[in-house]
């Protein structure tokens, strides 16, 4: 009840301000004249010396029918199951101060109760780019860097899950730079944990890539990552990742308690546009040694993924060449754009203590309509391959299909 009052706080301050700032922007003297946009569906207050504020967020709701694999660990048979939830829902604020200064913070909203998903400061000064402190995502992998409202497909590739840094460290501080067609990204991240002795554990994170134009509307990207992890002595490690479909509760591969002190992790990126057309793929590595003790093993993450779109009404998908990763899609028509997809994904989970090797692979088909520029429905098949996942017994494989679909606003 507690958070619900002081989301509820924020929520109305930020609306006080907004309305505020939209009644007296008439009233402005001429040393600061205000603009206020609503395009988007957002709110955007921008004034001449550089300052900006804008209110926006995304909600993404979703259906999945599932069996196999993926009923097997949740339900007491395999029959064909359904689950839906909201995804996300999420408010942003952002802005600037002077030209030199941004920020951004954002929650997730899920059955009353909010947490924190990002929150940075960036001092944008120098002249190689931009410092960040604060949380956010680590620079690794272009899937991983692309917003979650642009990516093809409904969920991210699995084997992210299975390494680490998927998702949003609590704290870490980076330097973004870019030199056209060049774009580099490091980070030193705190885990928010502790050794035995008190000191505290840590990643480091950097990524280097570039665009390099083939044509108009069409160019190549090309990127690689490393990152290391101390985790601390002994410390226990989970491998587990839902295999695409969100909404099931237990997870189809999910191992418990390995103990680890330490990871290396490496990433390979390549994408190429021509026009409508656009062809991803990625390779990631992770080496994890083993700590002491029960429990203990080395183990290793090897898996990539090779996807195709093709945008049918003729559009080209968004790209930020500043940070190497793709965007939105603007349709030209008033029906909106139709995009088509294909992926297929092969990964594996070597716990070198245990006789056979975990793996699996999953082709994913589907299209997306981008109804307007806001409003986003998505449509995937998947069809997956397991061998020695959690519900086998060792050198037994198990299938799964799954029907998975989303509808997004964005503002």
Aim: proline fraction near 2%; hydrophobic fraction near 35%; aromatic fraction near 12%.
């Amino acid at each position: 009840m507690r958070r619900n009052l002081q989301l509820l706080g924020v929520i109305s301050m930020v609306a006080l301000f907004c309305s505020t700032s939209a009644v007296f922007a008439g009233a402005v003297t001429s040393k600061e004249e205000l603009k206020i946009s609503t395009t988007g569906g957002g709110i955007k207050i921008k004034s001449n010396n550089g300052n900006s504020f804008a209110l926006g967020g995304r909600i993404m709701y979703d259906y999945d029918s599932y069996d196999g694999v993926w009923s097997e660990v949740n339900h007491d048979d395999d029959d064909t199951a359904t689950e839906s939830e909201f995804r996300r829902t999420r408010m942003t604020l952002k802005g600037t101060s002077g030209k030199n200064w941004a920020y951004k913070f954002t929650v997730d909203i899920d059955e009353g109760e909010a947490e924190m998903d990002t929150a940075y400061i960036a001092y944008k000064g120098f002249s190689f780019g931009k410092a960040m402190v604060g949380r956010f995502k680590a620079p690794f992998g272009l899937e991983e860097l692309t917003s979650s409202k642009w990516i093809s497909t409904i969920e991210r590739s699995p084997t992210p899950e299975l390494g680490f840094l998927a998702g949003k460290p609590s704290f870490q501080f980076a330097l973004h730079g870019h030199s056209k067609p060049m774009f580099w990204q490091a980070a030193l991240i705190d885990e928010d944990k502790e050794d035995d002795d008190g000191s505290d554990a840590y990643s480091i994170a950097a990524r280097v890539g570039g665009h390099f134009a083939l044509g108009e509307d069409s160019f190549m990207h090309l990127a690689g990552s490393f990152a290391s992890r101390d985790f601390g002595d002994d410390h226990k490690q989970r491998f587990r990742t839902r295999l695409g479909v969100h909404t099931i509760g237990s997870r189809p591969i999910d191992v418990k308690d390995i103990v680890v002190d330490d990871a290396d992790q490496y990433g390979l990126e390549a994408a190429a546009v021509f026009g409508p057309l656009s062809l991803q793929g990625e390779y990631r590595s992770a080496d994890f040694d083993a700590g002491d003790g029960a429990g203990a093993s080395d183990v290793d993450v090897d898996g990539y993924y090779l996807q195709a779109s093709y945008l049918v009404t003729g559009e080209t998908r968004g790209y930020k060449g500043k940070s190497g990763k793709f965007d939105k899609v603007k349709p030209k028509g008033k029906h909106g754009a139709i995009e088509l997809i294909a992926k297929y994904e092969d990964g594996e989970l070597d716990i070198k203590t245990r006789d056979d090797e975990i793996e699996y692979d999953l082709l994913t088909v589907g299209m997306n309509w981008y109804a307007t520029k806001n409003v986003k429905f998505m449509l995937n098949y998947l069809d997956a391959d397991t061998d020695n996942a959690n519900t086998l017994a060792s050198g037994d494989e198990e299938d799964g299909q799954a029907v998975s679909f989303r509808a997004q606003y964005v503002f």
